[in-house]
């Protein structure tokens, strides 16, 4: 079965210290990885995908096909960064329609 | 970037009525729409896949005499929640897809409908 899980609810740190958003898969294939954000009162927004291998607003995530883990990563959090993030997953057994399957989501909250 | 709006943002009906969201994709075109349910401080829940010009592909367990979805042009496509009951009071969320062809395949994301059933 298609599964994205997130086993953290919530991430608290301070501001300058290292972060990881821990995502984990479950698919029979290859499928495609991303993260969105969703910022307070905002919409939900891609942040990154798999296949782009770029880092956005200083977040990166590296598929981990052995682990079966996308856990995304930044250096050094900012209080801005503070926000709901959610892994999720699209692949060819979706039919090639392109839906997404999500994580539970992690709230990062970011301390000054 | 690309924009989907969705109308109403909120809407409080009585049980028994029926609701119609839109989804509407701005200034491209979209063959594919999605609807995702969420309750509050969990994830989205896939409910179906909209098609432009075809009917809608729902998900298991979500019942579509319920959840009528009408995608009749490239930049809309409507929910209708029939007979509401207060169970389905819910924050209602549409994504549409980039157009097949587009290198990014990107979905985009509507604000939300905020739906209460009293």
């Known amino acids: 079965a298609q599964r994205v899980t997130q086993p953290e609810k919530l991430l608290s740190v301070f501001k300058g210290a290292p972060v990881e958003l821990k995502c984990n898969y479950s698919?029979?294939?290859?499928?495609?990885l991303f993260w969105y954000v969703q910022y307070s009162r905002q919409r939900l927004q891609l942040l990154l995908r798999h296949i782009s291998r770029e880092s956005i607003k200083g977040f990166t995530a590296d598929l981990n096909k052995g682990e079966t883990s996308f856990h995304l990563k930044k250096p050094f959090a900012q209080e801005e960064d503070s926000a709901m993030y959610y892994c999720?997953?699209?692949?060819?057994?979706?039919?090639?329609?392109?839906?997404?399957?999500f994580g539970q989501g992690t709230t990062l909250q970011v301390k000054p | 970037g690309a924009v989907v709006s969705q109308h109403p943002s909120r809407v409080i009906c009585k049980s028994g009525t029926s609701v119609k969201i839109e989804c509407r994709s701005l200034d491209f075109q979209a063959t594919t729409m999605f609807w995702y349910r969420q309750f509050p401080k969990q994830s989205l829940m896939l409910m179906a896949t909209s098609n432009e010009g075809s009917k809608a592909t729902y998900e298991q367990g979500v019942e579509k005499d319920k959840f009528l979805i009408n995608h009749a042009s490239l930049t809309l496509s409507t929910l209708t929640v029939t007979s509401a009951h207060p169970e389905d009071s819910s924050f209602y969320i549409c994504?549409?897809?980039?157009?097949?062809?587009?290198?990014?395949?990107?979905?985009?994301f509507g604000p939300g409908t905020r739906l209460t059933v009293l």
């Open positions: 994504s549409a897809r980039e157009p097949e062809g587009k290198k990014t395949d990107t979905q985009y």
């Open positions: 999720a997953l699209s692949g060819p057994g979706s039919g090639n329609t392109g839906k997404l399957i």
């Open positions: 698919y029979s294939g290859s499928p495609e």
